[in-house]
């Protein structure tokens, strides 16, 4: 049932990042001390003139990437994304956010994934920081290919991005790369009738899972990739409330404010229909990836089981 | 309480088996940053076990006792491995570093173990914590001091030098940086990726009292701590110089092992290197 593991999708981001460099003069990299963690090693080695390293300063590299972009770079801002969300919001809020100057940060090491770092390393809330600055697109690719797509994509934009990626292999969800990619456009990557799986990152390749458990218990569930937090894809949201009438959203990092307060909004507004949540409440520990996604509730199980309870709701109220 | 009485020598061979601990927790966790561990060892054992610090490991929340912050905090396997010896924790939780269901976390977390003063990792945040802890201090009228170690490469955070303005107009007497100058950052050599220099010309121009001194020179850092007591109204720092990986020789100055475990056959060599 597990998906074969392809590369992380922070490895990814590096490669893509020096093929853009390759492509566009105009793009510049920062990182705070982590270029051999983020991979922007890769652009580094390439083209060490249109490289910073700012030393473990992440709120000045990002008021760096700021002028830089205000003077018409491309700028890609680096760290974990922990440190780079939380010591340079200020930074983001009115030097990026505010003004609008075209600076993509990439939040590497996301979510708790990371394992036996522990808390202090973990991105538990970064996507729900960037998701408070007006004008951030927000995206969180679920595997390479889809990675490579979105900083391209992000490269493309003009305006604040942040993309989060992920410190370990990730399962391949997109074998023949991500061609039909947009930002905001989210993907349906299975189709269904009874319930729909929201997911984004890891929890993709979770959510397929979940589904071919549940089609074996006879129900059809709908998986979309929602790479995209902000802007929503909301069309396609209401569709699947319409249509499959319950939906589970599944995300590796905080649920008060993340992709699933995002989504449950949107419902509430466009189409009501029961909801499900599977995410993070609280912080998490140290100890080996896969064993923190099971005792923290991040599993291909967990979004079945909910599903589930959601499909047999729905019977027990019709009969 | 410590004792005082304890010997350089017998320092130096506490120092020599805590550093086969490190190695031998992040051998068996299998992740983990020796490099910074062991240059920052000698210093701990000083700290803790040469009669500098007060502590009670039975109390170990005791209202007087003398506070260590580990500023940078990858370096825990080198406090727990003093914590161990000091008695606050069993020697065998050390071979729990990193597991899951146990407080052995991956950077110090004071809601897992009660002797660790400050949950750090997230690296230019250990020195304000102090500065606080050593202001209460004053508030409270105890005699405790605060003792925090910063790395070279987390000088580069501007929060340390906000901490330095911060606590020498203060006048805070009962606060001791030491500074693990050991060269190195994740990316590379300091001088390469983001000089501090010059940096005792930095400390001294925020208001501190500054002491350099060989990071690995038992009787140079015992004198240093006793300096570093002395009655005064400014900070006090001590610019250990370390190398680091200290002690293991494959480990030294190369900084592939800033954050990287070593294997089992890398394991049984540096036991050998580290033989009493
Ligand atoms: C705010 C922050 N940025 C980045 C990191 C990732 N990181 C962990 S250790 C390290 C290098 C630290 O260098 P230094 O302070 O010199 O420590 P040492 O050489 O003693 O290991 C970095 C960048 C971090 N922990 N915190
Ligand atoms: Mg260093």
Known sequence: ?319 | MVTTDVSVEQLERTARKLRRHIVKMLAIAGSGHPGGSLSAIDILTALFLGGIMRYDPKNPRWEERDRFILSKGHAVPALYAVLAEAGFIPEEWLWQLRKIDTPMQGHPSVKDLPAVEASTGSLGQGLSIGLGMALAARLDGRQYRVYVMIGDGESEEGQVWEAAMAASHFRVGNLTAILDYNRYQLDGAIGEIMSIEPIVAKWEAFGWAVREIDGHNMQEILDALHWAKEPREQPSIIIAHTVKGKGVSFMENNNEFHGKAPTQAELEQALAELAD
Do not use: W
């Open chain 1, 1 to 319: 049932m597990a998906r074969p593991l392809g590369e992380a999708t922070r490895e990814a981001y590096g490669k893509a990042l020096a093929e853009l460099g390759r492509e566009n003069p105009n793009i510049v990299v920062l990182d705070g001390d982590l270029s051999k963690s983020t991979m922007t090693k890769y652009f580094a080695q390439e083209f060490p003139d249109r490289f910073f390293n700012v030393g473990i300063a992440e709120a000045n590299m990002v008021g760096i990437a700021a002028g830089l972009a205000s003077a018409g770079k491309i700028a890609f801002a680096s760290s974990f994304a922990c440190f780079v969300m939380c010591k340079a919001f200020d930074q983001m809020r009115l030097a990026v956010a505010y003004s609008g100057n075209n600076v993509k940060i990439v939040g590497t090491h996301g979510g708790i994934s990371i394992g036996e770092d522990g808390v202090s390393q973990m991105g538990h809330e970064d996507i729900g920081l960037a998701l408070s600055l007006p004008g951030f697109v927000v995206m969180v690719p679920a595997d390479a290919a889809e990675t490579r797509a979105a900083v391209r994509a992000a490269a493309e934009h003009v305006g604040p991005v942040y993309i989060r990626v992920g410190r370990p292999k990730a399962p391949i969800v997109y074998e023949n790369g991500c061609p039909d990619f947009q930002i905001g456009r989210a993907i349906t990557v299975r189709e269904g009738r009874d319930v729909t799986l929201i997911a984004n990152g890891l929890m993709v390749a979770a959510a397929l899972d979940a589904a071919e458990a549940l089609e074996q218990e006879g129900i059809s569930a709908r998986v979309l990739d929602m790479h995209t937090v902000r802007p929503l894809d909301e069309a396609t949201i209401e569709k699947a409330a319409r249509e499959t009438g319950a939906i589970v959203v599944a995300e590796e990092h905080l649920l008060y404010t993340g992709l699933a307060s995002q989504v449950a909004m949107a419902v509430a507004r466009l189409h009501p229909v029961p909801m499900r949540f599977v995410g993070l409440y609280d912080y998490a520990e140290s100890g080996a990836p896969d064993a923190l996604m099971r005792k923290y509730g991040l599993t291909a199980d967990d979004i079945a089981r909910e599903a589930r309870e959601l499909v047999n709701m729905r019977q027990k109220a019709a009969v």
